[in-house]
């Protein structure tokens, strides 16, 4: 015994040197918080993160940025860019990103900005210009960077702003089409959902920022997509510019939820495959990684299967099995307002009847809106035949009801393009049935005339290819009854 351990001590030094060596020679994966006082104030949840990795094996990683890490619950790597009170608009328009980055040199970046935008009432075009120079400060910095951008954390009204609620729920449905956008094969862009399942007042300590149990939320958020990246696949919720679609994604918590417009590309169906018919009127495929709430996997919306399993005590749809739930139109946009509950709807909103569904646009506007504790699809659709410069007769639009509280409604309108060729300077009218009383828009520029909305194309999404389409989104006010307006395309032009 004493001459094995005589053995064993003569060649410790040298296993541990080989072992160090080893290590040494295994680069670590830098990883960026980027953010405000939620990341770093102390931002307990790159704690939590950092544990989970390291204890489930995750040892090559290297959390990185220009301020230290700050007292959380135990020790850990807590070099961040979680700067408090910071805006993304002034980050960006300041030029403040590249010499962190310079000095850091991150492969990785886990983005969760916004909040102090919504409070401070910048617009989310704004915010999503402002989120655009920064990916580009990152891909200066390394043209081969990874992006995980944040659906950001609820804000409770009573403890920000008052309107700061709804204005989070608009920068989030915003952020899946713009990351669509912008998103390359070289440097991806992946939306993490972390406002699904979030309590802006039971997981905060101000209705603003996160406490323990919600630095354990977020960081398990980031978890799940961060080490899919580690393990060399790609993320369920990456968001692909080559992807046929321009997406919108709307999450749901308890005190609040909202509906995707429009979902391209989806086979969620198939024997033996699940589906949700949401309120009746559109097949959305069920996501596998949230039970609940609204999520944004594989390119396209899902919904949880609990939360459309809930709305059955206000319409016909729920879950659907088998082969009723398959849904497979190629550009399918969301369906009209009929509250049919076939499954057969997934190729009936297709080109070949958008023509026909600009007779019956007028008077599906007309029909009211659901109750406002849940949110409803209803939605109007109609090809362009008349009016404006150049319109095509293959382009098409449709309206989609998010959400509503109170007065205020969010809408999601989107334009496909049914035809050969590409598009360009698109425009839409959108007719309602009272004066329009708007309090904000994204993903496109707004001009008000009476009872008349029209909305030009924004210059990221000014293009849209055949087969594809663009999302934008709206907030007003209503006075004695909701109306979803009817649309119609006034200009397209083919290029």
């Known amino acids: 015994m004493r001459n094995i351990i005589h053995h064993i001590l003569k060649f410790l030094p040298i296993l541990i040197a080989a072992l160090c060596f080893a290590h040494s020679t295994q680069a670590q994966v830098r990883i960026m918080p980027l953010g405000d006082s939620i990341t770093g104030s102390p931002g307990c949840w790159r704690a939590y ?7 489930n094996g995750y040892t090559d990683i290297d959390f990185v940025g220009s301020l230290p890490g700050q007292g959380c619950a135990f020790p850990y790597d807590g070099e961040n860019e979680g700067h408090g009170g910071i805006l993304a608009t002034n980050m960006a328009n300041a030029g403040q990103l590249s010499p962190w980055l310079e000095q850091t040199n991150p492969e990785i970046v886990l983005m969760h900005l916004g909040t102090n935008d919504v409070w401070s009432g910048r617009a989310t075009g704004l915010i999503l210009d402002a989120f655009t120079t920064l990916v580009g400060e990152m891909r ?21 702003c008052a309107e700061c609620d709804q204005r989070v729920i608009a920068l989030n449905a915003a952020i899946p089409a ?7 094969a070289v440097s991806p862009i992946y939306v993490v959902d972390q406002w699904s399942g979030y309590d802006a007042v039971a997981d905060t300590y101000d209705g603003v920022h996160p406490n323990a149990a919600g630095d354990q939320k977020i960081a398990a958020k980031w978890y799940s997509q961060l080490t899919t990246l580690l393990n060399g696949g790609s ?18 918590s308890s005190s609040s939820s909202s509906s995707s417009s429009s ?8 024997s033996g495959q699940c589906s949700c018919n949401w309120f009746g009127s559109q097949i959305v495929p069920l996501c596998q990684n949230n039970d609940s709430g609204w999520g944004y996997e594989n390119s396209q919306s899902c919904i949880g299967r609990t939360t459309c399993e809930n709305q059955g005590q206000y319409s016909s749809g729920g879950v659907e099995c088998g082969s009723n739930s398959s849904s497979s139109s190629s550009s399918s946009s969301s369906s009209s307002s009929s509250s049919s509950s076939s499954s057969s709807s997934s ?14 646009s007028s008077s599906s506007s007309s029909s009211s809106s659901s109750s406002s504790s849940s949110s409803s699809s209803s939605s109007s659709s109609s090809s362009s035949s008349s009016g404006g410069s150049n319109p095509i007769d293959t382009v098409s639009c449709s309206v989609n009801l998010a959400n509503q509280w109170n007065t205020g409604y969010q809408l999601e309108i989107t334009v496909s393009n049914n035809d050969d060729n590409r598009v360009r300077n698109w425009e839409v009218e959108l007719i309602f049935n009272s004066p329009a009383i708007l309090r904000g828009s994204w993903n496109a520029d707004l001009s008000a005339s009476g009872s008349s909305v029209f909305a030009s194309s924004a210059g990221w999404n000014d293009e849209i290819r055949p087969g594809q389409s663009a999302s934008f989104g709206l907030q007003g006010d209503y006075q004695d009854e909701l109306m979803v307006p009817a649309c119609r395309v006034v200009q397209a032009e083919p290029f």
């Open 49 to 55: 993160l950092w544990k989970d990795l390291i204890d």
């Open 140 to 160: 200066a910095n390394n043209p081969s960077m990874t992006i995980l951008a944040a659906q950001i954390i609820p804000m409770d009204p009573e403890g920000s």
């Open 178 to 184: 713009w990351a669509e956008n912008l998103s390359t």
């Open 235 to 252: 993320s369920s919720t990456s968001s692909s510019s080559s992807s046929s679609s321009s997406s919108s994604s709307t999450t749901s």
């Open 263 to 270: 979902s391209s590309s989806s086979s969620s169906g198939g």
């Open 347 to 360: 190729s009936s909103s297709s080109s070949s009847s958008s023509s026909s569904s600009s007779s019956s």
